[in-house]
């Protein structure tokens, strides 16, 4: 017996699969073949676990966050992860650092594959892991891809949290950086999330287009800045390299 309450659940997941703009409730309604009532009253329930996101604006109903941090267990199989891991492995080694692969979503950094140094630095990072693009190396760099505009749009009414006095605290400061991080084709993150800690970020690419960003992490009494833009980087260039190749 199939629940009616969960079939049109499922409905909804898979008919906003298909547009990813997000539809009006009279919209949605009319492809679950239901009363508007009864499609807010789905969606009502939806949006406070994160299934579901309105737009305020709009109004239009899309596709939630909470799908890309529903946990270790589908993260471990996606198929970006499984690409990137073995690379990951090897990198860590090489330059004895903590490494990253993240995706962005709107102004949000998802950590979708990682791998630990066992060196003494530990991280509160895990895969899933979702946090303030602008604070992190990962989330500058695939923010530097997106143009002025859709900047401006994501980030208009945010308020910039200070992980520590040297995090980012403006629109106009964070387009500074990332016309740097468009220019050098890397990001850094220079203790603007944890004091003593430091990344680089480089692209990795699907075809001709950035897809994720890969970081690597390390104590500032480990390397320098110069060391990680320069040493670190081209370590993390070539892995980011491979893994583009796997992708392709």
Known sequence: MILG???RAMKVFEILNGYPDGLRLSELAERL???????HH???TMVPYGYVQQDPETRRYSLGLRFLQVGQTIASNFQLRKITHRHLEKLRTEVEGATH???LKDDKVIYVDKTDWSGGLTL???IGFTTDAEATAG???LLSTLSDGQVDDLYRDKEFSKYTDKSIGSLSELKKVLTKCREQGYAVDDEEYYEGIHCV???IYAG????AALSVTSSVFAYSMEEMTTKVRARAEAAARAISADLY
């Open 139 to 141: 989330g500058k760099l």
């Open 201 to 203: 970020a480089v692209p």
């Open 124 to 126: 509160a990072t895990y």
């Open 101 to 103: 692969v993240a995706i």
């Open 208 to 211: 001709n287009k950035v897809i």
């Open 42 to 44: 789905v969606l009502s």
């Open 33 to 39: 073949d239901t009363t508007q009532s009864t499609a």
């Open 5 to 7: 309450s969960v079939d």
